[in-house]
């Protein structure tokens, strides 16, 4: 085979692996409706329709999300005829109940290629995006505005990233000390019993990630969902805080219990940073909880 043919064949191969490459980078995102939405806003946009959901100063719009991913909220404030020059906004967002942030928009100008479907009056704005890092595990993302006008809509793409395999292993807490022991699928699982008087507390040494499942301890009785709140505190300081739901477990039981019922696992994943921390973990409601707590096998040198 001539050298020529060996270099073209070589190229080929190269540039087909490239465009593989560029292919499978290209991620794709989802398009969130959020709970609760009120309503849609249409946009024309280059002829094609793009659906946004207003924002409201009195009602809260929730977004449930399963991490990790990149979350983009692209905003557009109404801009109606007559406006001043000086039209702004404010988002107030909050990530799993956490400490309530505000994404501030300033001189926002018409959009020139957009227009609202069906609705002659004011012109959309400019599009202003906000984006978050969302973790693993599931999370919730509540949006309201900061003033009643302008009239505000978002729209919401989440494109997911790819989760590595992670080999967790548990650890013991401080406190407290005598584990539950609950069956399930031929399988016996150490659970610790926590509540808000008696938090579950622990030291861990970082940087590394917590996988924290937590199980509600049902009546035999009792059915239908239960709404909990969680928290993570580090020294009497709020590290973040859930809002979790569970109902009862179908497989696993109480190996020595038969009054109550175990609910099915909900898992919170959050970072841990440099250095050694002491965390409580405890239930914000009159419930109590069994607890485990899980690291990576890979970070099993920083355990305490």
């Known amino acids: 085979m001539k050298a020529t043919t060996i270099w073209v064949l070589v190229f080929l191969i190269i540039t087909a692996l490239s465009a593989d490459s560029s292919f499978s980078a290209k991620k794709k995102h989802v398009v969130l409706k959020p709970k609760q939405a009120g309503g849609e806003v249409v946009i024309v946009l280059g002829g094609k329709n ?13 977004l449930e999300i399963k991490g990790p991913g990149t979350l983009r909220i692209l905003t557009r404030a109404r801009v109606d005829e007559g406006s001043s020059d000086d039209v702004r906004y404010g988002v ?8 309530r942030q505000t994404f501030e928009v300033e001189d926002v100008e018409r959009a020139p290629d957009a227009s609202y479907k069906g609705d002659a009056s004011g012109t959309p704005g400019e599009t202003e995006e906000l984006i978050l890092n969302i973790n693993k595990g599931k ?13 505000v809509a978002a729209r919401y793409l989440f494109t997911p990233h790819s989760l590595k395999k992670t080999k967790w292993v548990a650890m013991s807490p401080l406190a407290p ?41 049902n009546s035999f009785a009792m059915k ?9 505190r580090e020294r009497d300081q709020v590290v973040q805080s859930f809002q979790l739901s569970s109902k009862r477990s179908e497989t696993a039981t109480y190996r020595d219990n038969t009054k109550l019922v175990p609910g099915k696992p909900r898992e919170i994943v959050f970072k841990v940073p440099k250095g050694k921390h002491f965390y409580e973990i405890l239930p914000l409601d009159h419930h109590t909880l069994l607890g485990q707590i899980l690291f990576p096998h890979k970070d099993a040198k920083l355990e305490l």
């Open 50 to 62: 793009r659906t946004y959901y207003p924002l409201s100063a009195e009602h809260t719009s929730r």
């Open 177 to 217: 000390l005598e584990p539950v022991d609950l069956h399930e699928s031929e399988t016996t699982l150490h659970c610790f019993r926590f509540s808000k008087e008696k938090p579950l507390r622990f030291e861990i040494i970082g940087p590394t990630e917590l996988k924290i499942r937590t199980r509600v301890e």
């Open 92 to 99: 107030f967002y909050k990530i799993d109940g956490s400490a």
């Open 139 to 151: 999370h919730t993302v509540d949006l309201t505005l900061q003033h009643p006008l302008p009239k």
């Open 224 to 232: 239908g969902r239960v709404i909990y709140r969680l928290q993570i």
